[in-house]
């Protein structure tokens, strides 16, 4: 019948749509098959860790986060682990962070903090702030995290540490929010759970280009080597994953997937702070060095492109009566979209996530890549001021 020919233009479509299929298809699969054969070989023993458990220096920043200094606090300062301090750094003096830190010092004597001074000028404040936390550290092994941060088990320090052997520098955990019931949030986990799948997944590839500052662990000599955050001073932004993209290598760098080793954020109730950070990691991220910057571009174009395609296709074939062109272009969708399923829900459940993603997926995947080209846009057209210390 004649609705089954397709002409040359129709055929080209198809192949439009099949090629960024492919492109999609070798990334999800590449990053899934680093962190399944990763999980594989640690449950089969065949991942070598460190016996010992040096003393380790963990270094919280806060911003007047009273209350969830209050909430997080007590689960990291009774972690199952023989020698550790933890060293609080308040930025702000205007709720009872510093009454309560140092009521607490009473009862857990390993627990110090600091402050940063009112008066600082000439670099980012949380720069500041975790720069004074890291030459207030007795110990060689730092371990990040923040104050809205709580680690889901006692075992956290520990297997964040039995990565520090004596070929590591840096150490890449994951960090979750707890389950929140709103809509707004499920996308917030989508991104985030992605996200991590991309930067774990390419340093387990050998690949290492970033971190986040809540699961972060790395050398005290490292920090100091690398003269701090000197390359990166002139920005307000970049004090973890600007740090790790230039000390970061395949030999030097280690991946924590085990489920007790995730830290659990506080939901985002304000979209303000949420857009904020995110527009922070994107004015960072047009500094990255090495090919990931470009391939995290081509992620994302390949995406916009291909569910561009594939809707085309479909209309077209609805429009000329092309059931085939039609039909294809369905069958692509359908295809990314379980291979999409299988491997991002694989991922939540390996990292004890508690959400799912199923019927709002093709919508989450849309919404993500058309999001971060509106923060690269605003980050392109913005006066570059704005994303420099003060």
């Not at 054969?37 to 040096?54: C, D, I, M, T, W």
């Not at 280009?209 to 003269?227: D, E, I, P, T, V």
């Not at 359908?334 to 996530?353: C, M, S, V």
């Not at 995947?365 to 690269?376: A, E, I, M, T």
Request: charged fraction near 20%; hydrophobic fraction near 40%.
């Amino acid at each position: 019948m004649e609705i089954f020919n397709l002409d040359t233009t129709e055929w080209a479509l198809v192949a439009i749509v099949l090629f960024f299929l492919l492109i999609q298809a070798l990334y999800y699969l590449c990053l899934y098959n680093k962190m399944y054969r990763h999980n594989k070989a640690v449950k089969a023993g065949e991942v070598h860790f460190s016996q010992e458990l040096p003393p380790v220096s963990v270094i919280i920043t806060a911003r007047e986060e009273c209350n969830n200094l209050r909430q997080n606090l007590t689960d990291i300062l009774e972690q199952d682990y023989p020698q550790f301090e933890v060293i609080v750094v308040n930025d702000g003096n205007t709720d009872e962070s510093e009454d309560y830190l140092t009521l607490l010092q009473e009862h857990y004597p390993h627990l110090y903090h600091s402050f940063v001074p009112a008066s600082s000028r000439y670099i980012s404040r949380k720069k500041l702030a975790i720069s004074i936390g890291i030459k207030a550290a007795k110990y060689e092994w730092l371990l990040f995290t923040e104050a809205n941060c709580r680690p889901v088990s006692n075992q956290w320090l520990r297997l964040m540490a039995r990565n520090f052997t004596s070929h590591t520098d840096v150490v890449l955990g994951y960090s979750g929010y707890r389950r929140e019931k709103e809509h707004k949030q499920r996308f917030i986990n989508f991104d985030n759970l992605f996200n991590h799948l991309r930067f774990l997944g390419c340093a387990l590839a050998g690949k290492p280009y970033m971190g986040l500052g809540r699961n972060l662990a790395y050398r005290k000599s490292l920090f100091f080597r690398q003269k701090g955050f000197t390359e990166h001073l002139h920005l307000q932004h970049g004090a973890d994953d600007l740090f790790v993209n230039q000390v970061a290598n395949g030999s030097n760098t280690r991946v924590e997937c085990e489920a007790d080793a995730v830290v659990r954020m506080s939901p985002v109730i304000r979209n303000k702070l949420w857009r904020e950070e995110k527009i922070g990691y994107t004015s960072t991220s047009f500094h990255y060095h090495g090919l990931q910057r470009w391939l995290l571009g081509l992620e994302t174009t390949s995406r916009l492109l291909f569910h561009a395609s594939w809707m085309i296709a479909i209309v077209v074939g609805i429009l000329k009566q092309q059931w085939l062109l039609a039909g294809i272009g369905l069958l692509l969708f359908i295809l990314r979209y379980l291979l999409q399923a299988i491997i991002i829900n694989k991922t939540a459940k390996q990292l004890n996530e508690s959400y799912r993603f199923y019927f709002l997926l093709p919508w989450l995947d849309v919404l993500q890549p058309l999001q971060s080209l509106r923060w690269k846009l605003y980050c392109r057209f913005r006066k570059k001021a704005e994303f420099m210390r003060k």
